[in-house]
C-alpha cells in the first residue's frame, strides 16, 4: 500500500502506477490538465514512464475563470 | 494600424479582460465577443480528482485556438507557488510562454508584494517566460520590472474587484513616460469613463474582469468598455486641447450677432 498526497489530500494505492493509469482511473483522460509531483513538472509525454512512488506529492490543474 | 505589441505578438484589441466571475461560461464567451479583446486571462486551480466527470470546461468554450490566453497567478502570496503556477500553466497551454504576474501582499487589499513580485519576474524571465507584470503605481518598482525583462508593466489604477477608478493618474503618467515596453491599467476600473481616462494618459491597454462581469448588464458593459477603450486611445492619439483657466473661448464667430433696435 503506498500513500500519495493529491492536491492536499491523501489517497491509498494498491500498488505503484504510472502517471497515465492514474489519470485514467479519476476520469481525467482527455482534459486539459497539467500535473506537477514533488514540485517539478511532468511533461505529458513522460506520462507513461513516471510510476508513483509512496510519500508523492501530486498537483492537478485545470484552467479556470479568473481575472 | 494603431495595433498593440507584446512580446513581438500584435493584437488589434488593446482591451483585455477576464474570465472570472460570470454565471456561466455561454455568458463568459458572449462578454468576451462583445468586449473585442484578444488577450484573455484565465485562472490555475486544482482540479477535482475522480468526480464531476462531465465538468464543463472553461477552455472549451475560450478555446487557445481563438484567443490568446494568459494565465495568471491570481491568490498566490509567495514567489514560489507563483513560479510553480506559472510552470504548470505552460505545461497545460502547450508550451505557451505569455503569462501575467501577481503575487499578492494581502487578503484584503490584494495589494501585490512587490519584494516577491521582483524575484519572482527575475526567475521566470530568466526561465523563459513573457512576462506582464501586475505592479503597484509605484514608477520605481515598475522601472526595476522592466529592467529585468517583463514585456509589460501592469499598474493598478485602484484596488483589484473595487471599482474605484484611476487614483493616482499622476504615478501613472510617470510611468507611462519612462515606460519603453507597453504600460496596461490592470485593476480598479469601475466603468467606461475609467477606461477612457486610462487610455487618454497613453495607457497602452486595460485589463479588467470584474467592472464587465458585476455589471448588471456584463454583455452590454463589454461592449462599452471596447467603445471606451478605443475613443480613449483616439483622444489620446488625438492629442486634447489645452486647458484654459478661467478662460472661455467662443465656439461661434463673434462677428455678425443680430442686434436688437435698442442696442447701439
Redesign the interface.
Known amino acids: 500500500m503506498i500513500h500519495i498526497t493529491?492536491?492536499?489530500?491523501t489517497r491509498q494505492f494498491d500498488q505503484s502506477i504510472n502517471i497515465a493509469q492514474f489519470i485514467d482511473?479519476?476520469?481525467?483522460q482527455g482534459?486539459?490538465?497539467?500535473?506537477?509531483r514533488n514540485?517539478e513538472?511532468v511533461?505529458?509525454s513522460q506520462f507513461t514512464e513516471q510510476f508513483l512512488a509512496d510519500g508523492d506529492r501530486l498537483?492537478?490543474?485545470?484552467?479556470?475563470?479568473?481575472? | 494600424m494603431d495595433n498593440l505589441i507584446i512580446a513581438g505578438k500584435t493584437y488589434a484589441s488593446r482591451l483585455l479582460v477576464g474570465t472570472g466571475k460570470y454565471k456561466d461560461f455561454t455568458e463568459t464567451r458572449a462578454a468576451i465577443e462583445a468586449s473585442g479583446a484578444e488577450i484573455i486571462t484565465v485562472a490555475i486551480r486544482r482540479t477535482n480528482i475522480g468526480q464531476h466527470a462531465d465538468e464543463p470546461n472553461l477552455l472549451d468554450s475560450v478555446p487557445p485556438s481563438q484567443f490568446t490566453l494568459l494565465p495568471n497567478t491570481a491568490g498566490c502570496y509567495t514567489l514560489d507557488d507563483a513560479v510553480r503556477t506559472l510552470r504548470l500553466a505552460r505545461e497545460l497551454l502547450d508550451g505557451h510562454n505569455l503569462v501575467k504576474l501577481e503575487v499578492l501582499g494581502n487578503p484584503e487589499t490584494l495589494y501585490p508584494n512587490m519584494v516577491e513580485t521582483i524575484k519572482a519576474a527575475e526567475i521566470l524571465v530568466k526561465e523563459g517566460f513573457d512576462v506582464m507584470v501586475y505592479t503597484s503605481d509605484d514608477p520605481i518598482a515598475a522601472k526595476q520590472l522592466e529592467e529585468i525583462g517583463c514585456v509589460a508593466i501592469m499598474p493598478l489604477a485602484s484596488l483589484i474587484g473595487s471599482g474605484m477608478g484611476i487614483l493616482n493618474p499622476w504615478n501613472l503618467q510617470i510611468i507611462i513616460d519612462n515606460a519603453k515596453v507597453p504600460v496596461l491599467v490592470d485593476a480598479g476600473v469601475g466603468t467606461a469613463s475609467d477606461a477612457a481616462i486610462a487610455m487618454e494618459l497613453g495607457c497602452d491597454g486595460v485589463l479588467m474582469n470584474t467592472a464587465i462581469a458585476a455589471a448588471q448588464n456584463p454583455v452590454l458593459m463589454a461592449s462599452a468598455m471596447r467603445k471606451a477603450v478605443e475613443a480613449g486611445r483616439e483622444a489620446y492619439l488625438a492629442g486634447r486641447m489645452a486647458k484654459k483657466i478661467y478662460t472661455a473661448s467662443p465656439s461661434s464667430p463673434v462677428e455678425g450677432v443680430i442686434a436688437s433696435a435698442q442696442s447701439k
Open positions: 493529491i492536491n492536499g489530500e482511473e479519476n476520469n481525467l482534459k486539459r490538465i497539467a500535473i506537477e514540485g513538472i511533461p505529458r498537483e492537478v490543474v485545470v484552467a479556470v475563470g479568473g481575472g
